[in-house]
Nanobody
Framework: QVQLVESGGGSVQAGGSLRLSCAVSGSIFSIKGMGWHRQAPGKQRELVATITNDGSTYYADSVKGRFTISRDNAKNTVYLQMNSLKPEDTAVYYC???????????WGQGTQVTVSS
């Protein structure tokens, strides 16, 4: 099993920045990639960014140029640096882990991000 614990959410004004963290523990040898997703009220959960063990990244068009996903293998932690935040970025952000083709095998509990205008 794999456990994921997110932190770093909060409230910020538009244009501000936040950094989310996702600490991974358990059977991490099985993990080949990780992702960040978000779900706004009344909307479906959407994929925001992913990073594989070889460092390849993917970003949703809505966050390209503003968000950066990174990982610290020594700390078993994945980060999501969010800059130039917009009110439409308001959502619960979830960390996931898995493997190629199944990046969402395991989920964290989520952390709230609120961006005010």
């Amino acid at each position: 099993q794999v456990q994921l614990v997110e932190s770093g959410g909060g409230s910020v004004q538009a244009g501000g920045s936040l950094r989310l963290s996702c600490a991974v523990s358990g059977s991490i040898f099985s993990i080949k990639g990780m992702g960040w997703h978000r779900q706004a009220p009344g909307k479906q959960r959407e994929l925001v960014a992913t990073i594989t063990n070889d460092g390849s990244t993917y970003y949703a068009d809505s966050v390209k140029g503003r968000f950066t996903i990174s990982r610290d293998n020594a700390k078993n932690t994945v980060y999501l640096q969010m800059n130039s935040l917009k009110p439409e970025d308001t959502a619960v952000y979830y960390c996931s882990a898995g493997w190629v083709g199944r990046i969402d095998a395991f989920w964290g509990q989520g952390t709230q991000v609120t961006v005010s205008s």
